[in-house]
């Protein structure tokens, strides 16, 4: 099996997109870290400077920043489908 992609999400507690992309991401296997940024500013920071969004889900798939629950982009990031 091909190394899987470093993946991280960022998040807040409350976000349904942001649980609908954590159970996703499980079903399909794959690792995740997650990075809450209702409660860290600076991953706030880190996540706006990346990606120039303030909305979550905002997901890093090796540099690629996808923001919101986008099963097309998702896949294709991670060659899924």
Request: proline share 4%; net charge negative.
């Given at each position: 099996m091909?190394?899987?992609?470093?993946?991280?999400?960022?998040?807040?507690?409350?976000?349904?997109?942001?649980?609908?992309?954590?159970?996703?991401?499980?079903?399909n296997?794959?690792?995740?870290?997650?990075?809450d940024?209702?409660?860290?500013?600076?991953?706030?920071?880190?996540?706006?400077?990346?990606?120039?969004?303030?909305?979550?889900?905002?997901?890093?798939?090796?540099?690629?920043?996808i923001?919101?629950?986008?099963?097309?982009?998702?896949?294709?990031?991670?060659?899924l489908?």
């Amino acid at each position: 099996m091909a190394e899987q992609k470093k993946v991280i999400i960022y998040t807040t507690p409350t976000c349904p997109y942001c649980k609908q992309t954590k159970e996703y991401l499980k079903e399909n296997e794959i690792e995740y870290q997650e990075m809450d940024v209702a409660n860290d500013s600076a991953k706030a920071q880190e996540m706006i400077d990346k990606s120039g969004q303030m909305g979550v889900p905002v997901i890093d798939i090796e540099g690629e920043m996808i923001v919101g629950f986008d099963k097309e982009k998702i896949d294709k990031a991670l060659d899924l489908k």
